[in-house]
């Protein structure tokens, strides 16, 4: 579903006018929409940021690779973002799976710098967010002595819906629940009764979608599961 689908799906169950025609640009800054459609529009972003959250969804999966450079520790993980999860790193020509490690741990054996060893890295670590770019940058514990190709599985969550036509990318059904639970909430007119019910229903809706997402994935709920 596109965003104005999403709002216009919310705004039905509050009896409320839909929007009826798309807009360019930032939905705030239009002004074919009120001030209580924008404000559906936002619990619509926050009912999806939760749903991105809850689970390591496969629509959302990325596989960015770095290639290294000889002596060249730090990188960036193009095409991620600050809420993006790592879910494994690998290099490509022997298949060697990458470790992650704490920042703390990666300072301590970065000195002294004369037993750094140069070599294919084996651990990683997330150290931060690039400040051009906003994508994750990670650091190796081993300087590269040539060039791997080292491929990172990734969940990247998609940005906060703005135009009409974007289209989400998560299921639509908890996203419209939590954000209709959300506006009845902000109403506070049903003594929390109606809230409560419909709380539940995005609550089922999103173990539902999770359970028939991880039937993708299959083992990755399974503790023993690499």
């Not at 799906?9 to 360019?24: G, Q």
């Amino acid at each position: 579903m596109t965003y104005r689908e999403l709002i216009n799906a919310v705004l039905r169950r509050l009896r409320e006018d839909s929007i009826t025609s798309n807009w360019s640009g930032d939905l705030v800054d239009n002004t074919i929409a009120t001030d209580y459609q924008i404000l559906i529009g936002d619990f619509i972003n926050e009912a999806k940021r939760e749903v991105e959250d809850a689970w390591n969804w496969s629509i959302l999966r990325a596989s960015p690779t770095v290639t290294t450079v000889a002596n060249t520790r730090q990188y960036v993980l193009t095409g991620t973002n600050e809420r993006s999860r790592i879910l494994l790193a690998q290099e490509q020509s022997n298949g060697t799976l990458l470790q992650e490690m704490s920042d703390k741990y990666l300072q301590f054996r970065k000195y002294p710098t004369s037993a750094v060893q140069k070599t294919l890295p084996d651990y990683y670590s997330v150290v931060g967010i690039d400040s051009s770019t906003g994508s994750i940058l990670i650091e190796f514990e081993a300087l590269p002595d040539a060039a791997y190709d080292i491929t990172f599985r990734v969940v990247n969550p998609q940005d906060d819906l703005t135009e009409s036509t974007t289209t989400l990318k998560v299921p639509n059904q908890p996203v419209i629940l939590g954000a209709w639970a959300r506006a009845i909430s902000e109403r506070g007119e049903d003594g929390g009764s109606l809230s409560d019910m419909v709380f539940a229903q995005y609550q089922q809706a999103l173990s539902d979608a999770i359970q028939i997402d991880a039937g993708r994935t299959v083992g990755e709920v399974d503790f023993y599961a690499v």
